[in-house]
């Protein structure tokens, strides 16, 4: 009887057709992998978001949002918290506080952010920061000219990568409504510096209208 078998030839090319179909599928998986889940996680913290603005619009009685201690300005004193600070520290479970616009590398951002082609972010943008207990970072800061209190957030908080459009997103609470709205409706200025205030607001314009808007799928 003859025993039929493969060749040592052809197990080496079997093998090699494998390895070059996973160096040019591996990479795009774990791609959409990261994606999905920086988006779900911007998703969650976004959620936090406004649960935390209907709580305390709840909590006080407030009709409007500019009525609470949170959407007024900003002090962060022992004697008196208002604005961010207040409600940072009371609406959302801290790990890290991170007072007075923390600088990069501090225990509640990274050492450096960036947009999606590489552009340098010069700063964050907030009067207050907070890490969250999902290990989110969520700064915030209000505006006195448009009485609108401003948030950034980094889904992973520290950790890499700090893009913006990727885990990294801004947007505004309504002083009248509560209501929290992505910062620009333009996608294509996600990433893009359309202003000079020197701060992540410049690229992060439209990135969280995007990301609604596609469905909090995650596109580059």
Not at 74 to 94: D, E, P
Not at 111 to 137: M, W
Request: one cysteine or more; hydrophobic letters at 35%; charged letters at 15%.
């Amino acid at each position: 009887m003859i025993k039929k078998g493969f060749t040592l030839a052809e197990v080496l090319i079997t093998l090699s057709i494998i390895a070059v179909i996973s160096v040019l599928t591996i990479p795009s998986v774990v791609k959409n992998y990261r994606y999905k889940t920086y988006a779900a996680s911007a998703q969650k913290v976004y959620s936090q978001i406004n649960d935390a603005v209907s709580t305390i619009m709840t909590d006080e009685m407030a009709s409007t949002f500019s009525q609470t201690t949170a959407g007024v300005a900003y002090s962060c004193t022992n004697v008196k918290q208002t604005g961010a600070c207040y409600f940072l520290r009371n609406y959302f479970k801290v790990v890290n506080d991170c007072p007075g616009r923390p600088a990069y590398g501090s225990k509640c951002l990274g050492k450096s952010y960036t947009t999606l082609a590489g552009e340098a972010v010069p700063r964050f943008y907030g009067d207050h920061c907070i890490q969250t207990a999902n290990g989110a970072t969520v700064c915030m800061e209000y505006i006195t000219a448009s009485a609108v209190l401003h948030y950034v957030f980094d889904v992973n908080g520290p950790a890499y990568p700090n893009i913006v459009g990727l885990d990294v997103y801004t947007g505004r609470i309504d002083a009248e409504s509560g209501e929290v709205t992505p910062w620009g409706t333009d996608e294509a200025n996600c990433g893009v510096k359309v202003s000079d205030w020197g701060h992540v607001g410049d690229y992060a314009q439209g990135c969280l209208y995007k990301l609604i808007k596609n469905g909090w799928v995650i596109t580059d």
